[in-house]
Each structure stands twice: as structure tokens, then as C-alpha cells.
């Protein structure tokens, strides 16, 4: 045994191992773009908006940069990378696997029963699937009529064009881009939505904020399978132990939504709404903090956020985030938009 | 005289002999490190993990709602999560410790104690001694999963008990037995791996020193390392690299339908690990001579 044989074997193990580290490292590839026929942003939505829906099984891919406060209980909003299981059976079927380190929650949809699990406090939370919202507008009118008229609407404010093509989670994809006229005051550069060529089903969504080179929001599908699922995915027995509640009513959590005095100023991208803040009292649950609703101390821990602001308009505490801008005003009102801090303060002030 | 008859054919027998069998060396090798009273403590001491865990739980009827450490919360009253969640906790310090303690006695502990010294003058290959050497630690990793795995199916079973014979995944279905035992196997499987992956670094710690703390110091020390560089965000790009990060994969076992990919790349990262360590045990011990 010479020494270069020892050095040999040394250079074999570190060869060895840059490989296996570079194999589990790599990214998923940046492939080339796919070549596919030119089509134009009017066809490419129609064709969406007519598309059957099947049955797929895939993985979205949360990243998310957004620069939001915390939330308990909702880590998919906090930034970072997180994944979330969906599976599709079709006509109102579905399930949706929400994993953390150490428990899960799961949605599924049967076509008749929602049912909530969570895992942490094995508690099964049911709700009739009808009065989740109604059928989507544009199916009553004809959809091609719709997306031309949907998009002469944003061709008011935005530019919409159909910037090539690329790969989504393995599928060949149009790129739909709406980007903001140099007109509009907002926070946004660009939004991108990734259109499956094939089936014309929406891949992936990206936001991107003026002045970073990141995406602020990525969502989409890592990973998706077409073709019909194992039906015993889209059904939900309630396992021994577990909790059964029904969901409250949902119209008592809309009915204070309505109630309240709501404008909006400006249009397009920089459309401010401005509102009341939720009362201490008014039993809606906000951001998923049990509890804090109940205290009379509600309001001071929403105003805890936040750096303090005051101008013309009053006084208040302004949120920023990468994509939009949010003042809660000292005397109850809140102003929020995807657009700069001025933009609301002058939308206060009018 | 009845020796020179014994061995009529002398050429003969030296030629079939002049290589020892490799399987006659691992035995050897593994009844040692199975006589080794530490050995049968740590063991003993692994069982309890699993026995304690289930009656504590069954005492208590567990964690009080979402507040425990997430997998024990979802021990009770679904006994077949027990192996499970006994294997995650016991990954984390005591499965490292036992097979960095069988490491540390392979070659550091033969060196402190002289013996090391005869084994490589002995006309038995480096490279034979290293796998011999390995044999005995995998056994010692094998058998440390198996008794925390086969405790703790018995002991949740037994102990906590559950919906008759099922286990409830984290995401609300029910399994049967056959495949409960299934996912309680390949946790075991898999943890084996990711053991094997920390057996083989000790190895090569322990082929470079003969001092055996140095080796419990190496691999618990890096444990711990690993473990505070996965908590801070700003080396995320060093995630990929830590064996450690992929460990939250176990409790991937629990969901359903079963997500592979996280055990997967856990283990490949596992087997990196593995090779690396092994190719610098050959390499030190091709040279070493003391």
C-alpha cells in the first residue's frame, strides 16, 4: 500500500460524497423552456375558465416571503418554505394534508361533509358542504365572453401578456404575467400565474414585490399527478377518541362584514380599502389566536403590531409587508393595500 | 506424534487456512461485543424507554390537549404509535450513544487497552478487521432498534392499548394491525439507517484516536453542533447537509397516505454519511500501526 493509494482512496471517498451531497442538494432542476404553440392571453384564460377539473393527487409548495407577523397556528403564513398535500377526486372531492413536525391536519371534502381534523387536539370538526360560498359567476355566462371581458378590464390598469413558457412541477406551462401599469402606485412588480399547457389547470401563482429580486409568494404544485385517486381518500370516519363538533353558522361570521361601513379608494392596483377594525366583543375569531377575542385587551395586542404612524389623518400604527401596506388608525378605521405607506395616508385624509 | 498425524496434509491446510472466513470473524466479533456487560445495560436501559413512556402515558392519559411534545400527545389511547414515538425520542440522544459507545470500544478501546495492536499484526486484512470491527457495531444498532421497537409495540399494546389492535394516523384514518406493524417496521428500518450513518463517523473517529471518550465526545458533541446549527435561520443552506434535519422524518410514518419522500432523502443523506465514514475507517486503519 503506497501513499497514493491512500490519497486515491481519500479522493474516492470525497468524490463520493460531494456527489451524494450535490444528488440530495440539487434543486429540481431548471430545465428549458418546453416548446408549445403561441397563444394568446385572452385564449390561454378561456381556456382555463373551460377546462375540466380531474381527478390529480399532487404537492404544493408554500414560499412565502412575505414578511407577515407571525401567526400561532398558522405556520404556512409565517415566512419560509413549507408543503402541503392536495389530492382531487373530482366533483367537489378533495383532500388536503396540512403537515407539521409533529401532527397534521387534514380537510376532506366527501361532496356533501366537510370535515376538519387536527391532529394535536384530535378533534373532528364537520360542516355540510353546500354554504362554502356559491358556484363560481363566470360558469353561468359563456366563459370565453368572460375572459375577454375579464381581461379588457385588467388591460385598464395592468398589462397582460403570455410570457413564454417554462416547467412546473414536471408539466409544460404558459406563463400568464400581469404586470401593473407604470401608472399604478403599488408594491407589486409582477404576478405570474404558471398554466398547465395540456389540461389548462393553474399550476402556480408568483407574486413578485417591487425591489427584490425573490419572489414574495410562491405557490404551487412541486409535484402532480393527473388521473383518477383511490376513493377512500375522499371519505372521513371520525377515528375512536376523536372530538366531533359542528362548525358554527357561517353567516353569523359574515353578517359583521356586511354591517360594517367598508369604501374603497383608487382602483385598479392601488385600490385602498378602508374599514372599521374589529371591536373587543364582536366574537369574531381573528388570526387564529383563541381566546384573545374574548378579553377586553383584544384591541391593544392588534395594536401592538406595527410601527406608530401619525399625519393630517390622525394617528394609528402602520403593518408593512413586501406585498401591501396596512395602517390601523387610533380611532378604529383601517386602511390596507397592496401599495405604498402614502398612498394610504392620502386615502385616509380624503 | 498424534499431532503430526493430526495434521497428515500440512501444505494442504495452510493453503486453505492461510484466510480466515470472513462470517467466522464477524461471529467472533459479535459474540465479544454481546459479552460486554455495557453492552447488555444499554440494552436493558433502551427497554425501558418504551415501558416508561407507556406507563406514564397510561397513568396520566398523556399531555394534556395540543401541549405535549406532538408524537407522545399522539400516543394515547393508540398504543401502536408507542414504537414510534419511543424510536423518535430515543433517536435523538440514547440510540446515538449506544452505537457510539460499541464504536468507540471497536478500535479506540482495543488501542487503549494494547489489544488493537495485535489484531493488525494478526494475518487478518485491514480491511477484513474494519468489516469484523463493523459487524459488531451494526449488531449492537440492530439489536438497541429492535428491543425499543419490539418493547414498544408490546408495551403499547399491553400498557396503553388502543382501539382494538389499530392505530390512528395523524391524519384521522384508522390502520389496521398488519399494517401498523408495517409502518412500526419501517420507522425501525429506517432509524437502523440513520443509526448506521452515525455508527460510521464514530467508526472513523475511533480510528484515528485510542482514547474512546474522544469518539462519545465526537458524536454526541456533534449531535448537539447539529443540532444548534439547524436552529439558526440564517445557515438554512445547511439544512441538506445535517443528518440531523431529516430526523423529523419518522413521524412521516404516522400520515396517510404514507409520504416516502422524506424518509427517502433522509436516508440517502444517512447513506452518504455511511460511505464517507466507512472510506475514512478503511483509509485510517490501512495505515495505522498502533
Given at each position: 500500500?503506497g501513499?497514493?493509494?491512500?490519497?486515491g482512496?481519500g479522493l474516492?471517498?470525497?468524490?463520493?460524497?460531494?456527489?451524494?451531497?450535490g444528488?440530495?442538494?440539487?434543486p429540481a432542476?431548471?430545465?428549458?423552456a418546453p416548446?408549445?404553440?403561441?397563444?394568446?392571453?385572452?385564449?390561454?384564460?378561456?381556456?382555463?375558465?373551460t377546462?375540466q377539473r380531474g381527478?390529480?393527487?399532487?404537492?404544493v409548495e408554500?414560499?412565502?416571503?412575505l414578511?407577515?407577523p407571525?401567526?400561532?397556528?398558522?405556520?404556512?403564513?409565517?415566512?419560509?418554505?413549507?408543503?402541503?398535500r392536495?389530492?382531487?377526486?373530482?366533483?367537489?372531492?378533495?383532500?388536503?394534508?396540512?403537515?407539521?413536525?409533529?401532527?397534521?391536519?387534514?380537510?376532506?371534502?366527501?361532496?356533501?361533509?366537510?370535515?376538519?381534523?387536527?391532529s394535536?387536539?384530535?378533534?373532528?370538526?364537520?360542516a355540510?358542504?353546500?354554504?362554502?360560498?356559491?358556484?363560481?359567476e363566470?360558469?353561468?355566462?359563456?366563459?370565453?365572453?368572460?375572459?375577454?371581458?375579464?381581461?379588457?378590464?385588467?388591460?385598464?390598469?395592468?398589462?397582460?401578456?403570455?410570457?413564454?413558457?417554462?416547467?412546473?412541477?414536471g408539466r409544460?406551462?404558459y406563463?400568464?404575467?400581469?404586470?401593473?401599469?407604470?401608472?399604478e402606485?403599488?408594491?407589486?412588480?409582477e404576478?405570474?400565474?404558471?398554466?398547465?399547457a395540456?389540461?389548462r389547470?393553474p399550476?402556480?401563482?408568483?407574486?413578485?414585490?417591487q425591489?427584490?429580486?425573490?419572489p414574495?409568494?410562491r405557490?404551487?404544485f412541486s409535484?402532480?399527478?393527473?388521473g383518477?385517486?383511490?376513493?377512500?381518500?375522499?371519505?372521513f370516519?371520525?377515528?375512536?377518541?376523536?372530538t366531533?363538533?359542528?362548525?358554527?353558522?357561517?353567516?353569523?361570521e359574515q353578517?359583521p362584514?356586511?354591517?360594517?361601513?367598508?369604501?374603497?379608494?383608487?382602483?385598479?392596483?392601488d385600490?385602498?380599502v378602508i374599514?372599521q377594525?374589529?371591536q373587543?366583543?364582536?366574537?369574531?375569531p381573528r388570526?387564529?389566536?383563541?381566546g384573545?377575542?374574548q378579553?377586553?385587551?383584544?384591541?391593544?395586542?392588534?395594536?401592538?403590531?406595527?410601527?406608530?404612524?401619525?399625519?393630517p389623518?390622525?394617528?394609528?400604527?402602520v403593518?408593512?409587508?413586501?406585498?401591501a401596506?396596512?395602517?390601523?388608525t387610533?380611532?378604529?378605521?383601517?386602511a390596507?393595500?397592496?401599495?405604498p405607506?402614502q398612498?394610504?395616508t392620502?386615502?385616509?385624509?380624503? | 506424534m498424534?499431532t503430526?498425524?493430526?495434521?497428515?496434509?500440512p501444505?494442504?491446510?495452510?493453503?486453505?487456512?492461510?484466510?480466515?472466513p470472513l462470517?467466522?470473524?464477524?461471529a467472533?466479533e459479535?459474540?465479544?461485543?454481546?459479552?460486554?456487560p455495557?453492552?447488555?445495560?444499554l440494552?436493558?436501559l433502551?427497554a425501558?424507554?418504551?415501558?416508561?413512556l407507556?406507563v406514564?402515558?397510561?397513568?396520566?392519559?398523556?399531555?394534556?390537549?395540543?401541549?405535549g411534545p406532538?408524537?407522545?400527545?399522539?400516543?394515547?389511547g393508540?398504543?401502536?404509535?408507542?414504537?414510534?414515538a419511543?424510536?423518535?425520542?430515543?433517536?435523538?440522544?440514547?440510540?446515538?450513544?449506544?452505537?457510539?459507545?460499541?464504536?468507540?470500544?471497536?478500535?479506540?478501546?482495543?488501542?487503549?487497552?494494547?489489544?488493537?495492536?495485535?489484531l493488525l499484526?494478526?494475518?487478518?486484512?485491514?480491511?477484513?478487521?474494519?468489516?469484523?470491527?463493523?459487524?459488531?457495531v451494526l449488531?449492537?444498532?440492530?439489536l438497541?432498534?429492535?428491543?425499543?421497537a419490539?418493547v414498544?409495540?408490546l408495551?403499547?399494546?399491553?400498557?396503553?392499548?388502543?382501539?382494538?389492535?389499530?392505530?390512528?394516523?395523524?391524519?384521522?384514518?384508522?390502520?389496521?394491525?398488519g399494517?401498523a406493524?408495517?409502518r412500526?417496521?419501517?420507522?425501525?428500518?429506517?432509524?437502523?439507517?440513520?443509526?448506521?450513518?452515525?455508527?460510521?463517523?464514530?467508526?472513523?473517529?475511533?480510528?484515528?484516536?485510542?482514547?474512546?471518550?474522544?469518539?462519545l465526545?465526537?458524536v454526541?458533541?456533534?449531535?448537539?453542533v447539529?443540532?444548534v446549527?439547524?436552529?439558526?435561520?440564517?445557515?438554512?443552506?445547511?439544512?441538506?447537509?445535517?443528518l440531523?434535519?431529516?430526523?423529523?422524518?419518522?413521524a412521516?410514518a404516522l400520515?396517510?397516505p404514507?409520504?416516502?419522500?422524506g424518509?427517502a432523502s433522509?436516508?440517502?443523506?444517512?447513506?452518504?454519511?455511511?460511505?464517507?465514514g466507512?472510506?475514512?475507517t478503511?483509509?485510517?486503519?490501512?495505515?495505522?500501526?498502533g
Open positions: 500500500m501513499r497514493r493509494s491512500w490519497v482512496a474516492g471517498a470525497a468524490l463520493v460524497g460531494a456527489v451524494g451531497v444528488l440530495l442538494v440539487a432542476g431548471a430545465s428549458a416548446p408549445l404553440p403561441p397563444v394568446s392571453p385572452e385564449d390561454l384564460v378561456s381556456s382555463v375558465m377546462a381527478p390529480f393527487a399532487g404537492e408554500v414560499d412565502n416571503a414578511g407577515l407571525a401567526v400561532p397556528g398558522v405556520p404556512q403564513l409565517a415566512d419560509g418554505t413549507s408543503t402541503v392536495v389530492w382531487s377526486g373530482g366533483e367537489d372531492r378533495g383532500r388536503v394534508a396540512i403537515p407539521s413536525p409533529d401532527g397534521e391536519r387534514t380537510l376532506v371534502s366527501d361532496g356533501t361533509t366537510r370535515w376538519a381534523y387536527d394535536r387536539d384530535r378533534t373532528a370538526t364537520r355540510p358542504a353546500g354554504d362554502h360560498g356559491g358556484p363560481p363566470g360558469q353561468q355566462q359563456d366563459p370565453t365572453a368572460a375572459a375577454t371581458q375579464a381581461i379588457a378590464t385588467l388591460r385598464q390598469t395592468s398589462t397582460v401578456a403570455v410570457d413564454g413558457t417554462a416547467e412546473v412541477a409544460a406551462v406563463q400568464l404575467v400581469l404586470t401593473p401599469q407604470p401608472t402606485r403599488t408594491l407589486l412588480r404576478v405570474r400565474v404558471a398554466v398547465d395540456e389540461t389547470q399550476l402556480q401563482l408568483t407574486v413578485l414585490a425591489g427584490q429580486g425573490e414574495a409568494l405557490v404551487g409535484e402532480i399527478t393527473y383518477p385517486q383511490d376513493p377512500s381518500l375522499f371519505t370516519t371520525p377515528p375512536p377518541g376523536t366531533v363538533r359542528d362548525a358554527p353558522a357561517r353567516d353569523g353578517r362584514e356586511g354591517d360594517r361601513p367598508r369604501s374603497t379608494v383608487g382602483d385598479g392596483w385600490t385602498v374599514g377594525a374589529p373587543p366583543g364582536d366574537g369574531r388570526d387564529g389566536q383563541d384573545q377575542d378579553r377586553p385587551e383584544g384591541a391593544p395586542d392588534l395594536s401592538a403590531l406595527g410601527q406608530p404612524v401619525s399625519g389623518w390622525g394617528s394609528g400604527r403593518i408593512t409587508t413586501a406585498v401596506t396596512v395602517i390601523v387610533d380611532d378604529g378605521r383601517i390596507a393595500g397592496a401599495v405607506q398612498v394610504l392620502e386615502a385616509l385624509a380624503r | 498424534t503430526v498425524s493430526a495434521s497428515a496434509p501444505a494442504s491446510r495452510a493453503s486453505t487456512r492461510s484466510v480466515a462470517g467466522r470473524l464477524a467472533a459479535i459474540r465479544w461485543v454481546l459479552r460486554r455495557r453492552t447488555l445495560v440494552l436493558g433502551l425501558l424507554v418504551p415501558i416508561a407507556g406514564g402515558i397510561a397513568l396520566t392519559g398523556g399531555p394534556g390537549d395540543g401541549d406532538g408524537l407522545v400527545a399522539a400516543v394515547a393508540n398504543g401502536l404509535v408507542l414504537p414510534i419511543a424510536l423518535g425520542l430515543a433517536l435523538s440522544l440514547l440510540l446515538p450513544l449506544t452505537v457510539a459507545t460499541a464504536a468507540a470500544d471497536a478500535l479506540a478501546g482495543e488501542a487503549a487497552h494494547g489489544t488493537l495492536r495485535g499484526l494478526a494475518p487478518v486484512g485491514r480491511v477484513r478487521l474494519v468489516v469484523m470491527k463493523a459487524a459488531g449488531t449492537v444498532a440492530v438497541a432498534v429492535l428491543v425499543v419490539v414498544g409495540v408495551t403499547g399494546l399491553v400498557v396503553v392499548g388502543g382501539p382494538s389492535g389499530t392505530m390512528i394516523t395523524l391524519s384521522g384514518t384508522t390502520l389496521g394491525l399494517e406493524l408495517g412500526v417496521a419501517l420507522v425501525a428500518g429506517w432509524t437502523i439507517v440513520q443509526l448506521l450513518a452515525i455508527a460510521a463517523v464514530a467508526l472513523a473517529v475511533s480510528a484515528f484516536t485510542e482514547h474512546p471518550l474522544v469518539v465526545a465526537a454526541l458533541g456533534g449531535l448537539i447539529f443540532g446549527l439547524a436552529a439558526v435561520p440564517s445557515l438554512e443552506w445547511l439544512q441538506p447537509l445535517l440531523t434535519s431529516g430526523w423529523t422524518a419518522g412521516d400520515r396517510d404514507l409520504p416516502l419522500d424518509l433522509s436516508t440517502g443523506r444517512a447513506l452518504v454519511y455511511v460511505v464517507l466507512a472510506a475514512v478503511v483509509w485510517q486503519m490501512r495505515r495505522r500501526d
